[in-house]
């Protein structure tokens, strides 16, 4: 009896659980209120871009060398009784300082022997004139006669006047070996090496010490091709910054002094001289910028007008990305004609204000739809009537 019942429920409560499923999913699906479009549209940064003036910053490196270098050599025989404390390798001389002298005896004597003769020449110069002047006398008083240049003295009187010069000649040269006793630095220097010692019998052209000049010092940089076209048409004076890296690092100020004139055959470069006074900072107290030290030399080069800066993340293949007033990607050729650091130059291809994409989708395309990033949901509907 039981099963018969079963037979006949479990048929029918099927059924009305069945009704009762799909009667409730109808419920769920007719919502009078339809659903909005998915959205799409990949989200992108933009900035708007405006033309600039640029200052074009070119930068070389190169190595600290003297401005002048000497290796000093004596004028006079004989030996040498003093030198500097500071005539020695590494030591710091500054100009007129005596750096040694050489025994005076002989040159003291003959400088004096020189005053003697030239007193001697000037004493017959005298007398010959006395002479010449008896002679003129006689003359007048007998004009009839014929007088002679000899019986003039002239000959003689002119003899007297070379032998006077050939005196002050010779009292010149003493005075100039006695001078030369004392070796004297001609400019501020650093002594690069020294030859001589106390004692020690030196003759005319020894040399004696090498010296490099710290008044000033010069640093040849290379330009390259492509930073030669932003050179200045007058590079002289122009001032630079030059900068020794490392632990201990700093910067010293410098002026472009000269270009060297000629295109190096191997690397086709030009050179420039850089010229930084007072190297060892002796007089202005700044760092020591030593010979042989390798630098960074920045200087300004020409100004470039209605420039845009760009990332160089933003140009690929010289192309770049832009945003039209339809919220669409639009490709735009440019022409880089520098680049500086993390940044490209351009000065073809763009115009101001408008809007260049900063974040480029992985697969763009010309005509792609694209949504702004942070902009406001009356401009998101606007835009999406428009899809």
């Known amino acids: 009896m039981k099963t018969n019942i079963m037979r006949w429920i479990l048929p029918f409560a099927v059924l009305t659980l069945g009704g009762l499923g799909a009667w409730g999913i109808n419920a769920v699906a007719a919502d009078p209120k339809e659903k909005e479009p998915v959205d799409s549209r990949p989200v992108v940064e933009v900035e708007s871009i405006s033309a600039l003036d640029h200052q074009v910053i ?46 005076k005896d002989n040159y003291e004597a003959a400088l004096l022997q020189a005053e003697a003769e030239l007193s001697r020449a000037k004493a017959a110069l005298i007398e010959e004139q006395a002479l010449a002047e008896v002679a003129a006398d006689e003359a007048r008083r007998f004009p009839s006669k014929k007088h002679t240049d000899l019986f003039l003295r002239k000959p003689q009187l002119m003899s007297a006047k070379a032998a006077v010069k050939s005196a002050e000649a010779g009292l010149k040269r003493a005075q100039r070996d006695l001078d030369n006793c004392e070796v004297v630095a001609p400019y501020d220097a650093l002594v690069v090496s020294r030859s001589i010692g106390l ?9 004696v010490a090498q010296l490099n000049n710290i008044e000033a010092a010069e640093i040849v940089i290379p330009i390259a091709g492509f930073d030669s076209a932003f050179l200045p048409e007058r590079i002289e004076g122009i001032p630079a910054t030059v900068t020794q890296s490392g632990l201990n690092g700093f910067t010293r100020q410098a002026v472009i002094d000269r270009d060297l004139g000629v295109v190096d055959t191997q690397t086709r470069m030009v050179n420039l001289v850089v010229r930084i006074d007072d190297p060892y900072g002796l007089e202005s107290k700044q760092p020591a910028l030593k010979f042989g030290a390798f630098v960074q030399v920045d200087f300004a080069g020409k100004t470039l007008s209605r420039i845009y800066k760009l990332p160089q993340d933003l140009v690929n293949n010289q192309t770049v990305w832009l945003l039209n007033d339809e919220n669409k990607l639009e490709p735009r050729k440019v022409q880089v004609i520098r680049e500086e650091g993390e940044y490209f130059y351009v000065n073809v291809g763009l115009n101001g204000n408008e809007r260049i994409v900063t974040t480029v989708p992985e697969y763009p395309q010309k005509g792609m739809a694209v949504k702004v990033a942070g902009a406001d949901s009356s401009d998101a509907k606007a835009s999406k009537q428009t899809l």
């Open 58 to 103: 070119i930068n070389s490196y190169g190595e600290v060398k003297p401005y002048e270098q000497t290796n000093l050599s004596v004028q006079v025989s004989g030996e040498v009784t003093y030198w500097h404390p500071s005539f020695i390798p590494g030591g710091v001389i500054a100009r007129g300082d005596v750096l040694m002298r050489i025994e």
């Open 199 to 207: 004692g020690q019998f030196v003759s005319v052209g020894t040399p």
